[in-house]
């Protein structure tokens, strides 16, 4: 496989991942894929996300540190405060793991926004 991604790569083919999860940057899996599999990029996934808040220890233990701080993260009150505090902290890791392919593709990091949240709804 990592002969075609290489070979896609090479052709002008950019290899982005579409599920930017706390376990990527954590476990170097992140890492491994942009030096191994030619990966330039990834998108965050708001329904990843709100599974993996939802299911994840890492995000739970994230909670409760911010929760510690004062900051609201329930997600039956404000699901867009609690997603951006629990989630910013691995798009910044994310973004500092691809610094790199980004200074020499500029290339990163897709975070999507919500249309109320852009003013288009």
């Known amino acids: 496989m990592t002969a075609n991604l290489q070979a896609l790569s090479e052709a002008g083919g950019p290899i982005w991942l ?6 990527r940057p ?5 890492a491994k894929q942009a030096a ?8 965050t996934n708001p329904s990843i996300f709100a599974r993996a808040i939802a299911d994840s220890d890492t995000y739970r233990a994230q909670g409760r540190d911010l929760s510690a701080r004062g900051v609201d993260v ?11 505090a ?9 973004c500092d793991v691809l610094r790199p392919v980004h200074d020499a593709t500029a290339t990163g990091i897709l975070l999507p926004a919500r249309p109320y949240a852009s003013g288009t709804a």
């Not at 954590?26 to 992140?30: F, P, R």
């Open 36 to 43: 191994d599999d030619h990966v330039v990029g990834v998108t």
């Open 18 to 23: 579409d599920d930017l999860s706390p376990e």
């Open 26 to 30: 954590v476990s170097g899996s992140l």
């Open 74 to 84: 329930d997600v039956d009150v404000d699901v867009d405060e609690a997603m951006r």
């Open 86 to 94: 629990l989630t910013t902290f691995d798009v910044r890791w994310a």
